[in-house]
């Protein structure tokens, strides 16, 4: 079966990029354009991994992830944050928010793909 992510990101060439990346190597995406529709969705759309743009325009990435570590659907599911902003210390703040991992844009095919596999793998485990 086939694992849902939830690519939550205000811009749509990205938004596109994750899902073409994601579906050619086997996963279902869905898309939200920013913090409340993924809230939405996730009320509907079981979800097993969170990908964050950071420089979301209603609620920045680093309150919605902590919005959604203690939302009940998604308590438990792993988000990676994603930024073009990358400044020293910013890897710091950014995991404190509770974010899984974190990876700088512009986005290595490989490198998303592998933090991918490995959180929902350490997933599958707890």
Avoid: C, F, H, W
Wanted: glycine content about 4%.
């Amino acid at each position: 079966m086939s694992k849902n992510i939830l690519v939550v990101d205000d811009d749509a060439k990205a938004r596109k990029l994750y899902r073409v990346i994601l579906e050619k190597n086997g996963y279902s995406v869905l898309e939200a354009p920013g913090t409340l529709e993924a809230i939405r969705m996730v009320k509907e759309e079981k979800v097993d991994l969170i990908i964050l743009d950071v420089q979301l325009p209603e609620i920045d990435g680093l309150a919605a992830a902590r919005i959604l570590k203690v939302y009940q659907p998604t308590k438990g599911v792993p988000i990676i944050a994603v930024t073009a902003l990358a400044m020293p210390g910013d890897r710091e703040e950014i995991l404190a928010a509770g974010v899984d991992e974190y990876l700088p844009k512009p986005i290595r095919r490989q490198e998303l793909l592998r933090a991918v596999a490995y959180l929902l793998e350490n997933e599958e485990k707890e």
